[in-house]
T-cell receptor, first 114, second 114 residues
Framework: AQSVSQHNHHVILSEAASLELGCNYS??????LFWYVQYPGQHLQLLLK??????LVKGIKGFEAEFIKSKFSFNLRKPSVQWSDTAEYFC????????????FGTGTRLQVFP | NAGVTQTPKFQVLKTGQSMTLQCAQD?????MYWYRQDPGMGLRLIYY???????DKGEVPNGYNVSRLNKREFSLRLESAAPSQTSVYFC?????????????FGPGTRLLVL
């Protein structure tokens, strides 16, 4: 079955630390890839997305993600986190064979301390 | 442009009661979705509608019904609520794009079934 794995369930960092959140998916065909962020008490907002082209994608608020096809990965990175980045982060994959289906990972909770 | 709106924001039901969650979007999107979010499980698709007049089951449809009233509105109905349906429900709509669709989410409805 198609699935998305986010192995880091809970990450705790100090401000200015670098961040990398892992995302791996199991699907052999062409995919679109997304990272969403959910701030406390709020709805999901799109951080960035990959459809094709340059595998290094830049999103809002200084986030970026790299698609490595050979590793079935789409890891999220930020060089220097801020307290305001405290949130839950979801990776999502859409197989191009079924563009109505968006498969979410279980999420990574990030806490940033001043 | 309000995006995706949901009502109510919060609801408490007793087991066996029924209710309808409302969702509307003003972005002229064709596709709309209902998800539930549970701790440690990410978002799971309940139902979706690829266009006005069509609906399809997602990953967890049991206990729910949906209606795509028109292009703007997509409602989710619980006929006989159960404690297992305690969750946060998110509606989303998807921009068209021939393989580059992006889902945008509403603020969510928190449902507690006693």
């Amino acid at each position: 079955a198609q699935s998305v794995s986010q192995h880091n369930h809970h990450v705790i960092l100090s401000e200015a630390a670098s961040l990398e959140l892992g995302c791996n998916y199991s699907y052999g065909g062409t995919v679109n890839l997304f990272w969403y962020v959910q701030y406390p008490g709020q709805h999901l907002q799109l951080l960035l997305k990959y459809f094709s082209g340059d595998p290094l994608v830049k999103g809002i608020k200084g986030f970026e993600a790299e698609f490595i096809k050979s590793k079935f990965s789409f890891n999220l990175r930020k060089p220097s986190v801020q307290w305001s980045d405290t949130a839950e982060y979801f990776c999502a994959v859409r197989p191009m064979s079924n563009t109505d289906k968006l498969i979410f990972g279980t999420g990574t909770r990030l806490q940033v301390f001043p | 442009n309000a995006g995706v709106t949901q009502t109510p924001k919060f609801q408490v039901l007793k087991t066996g009661q029924s209710m309808t969650l409302q969702c509307a979007q003003d972005m002229n999107h064709n596709s709309m979705y209902w998800y539930r979010q549970d701790p440690g499980m990410g978002l799971r698709l309940i139902y979706y509608s690829a266009s006005e007049g069509t609906t399809d089951k997602g990953e967890v449809p049991n206990g729910y019904n949906v209606s795509r009233l028109n292009k703007r509105e997509f409602s989710l109905r619980l006929e006989s609520a159960a404690p297992s349906q305690t969750s946060v429900y998110f509606c989303a709509s998807s921009s068209p794009g021939q393989g580059k669709e992006t889902q945008y989410f509403g603020p969510g409805t928190r449902l507690l079934v006693l």
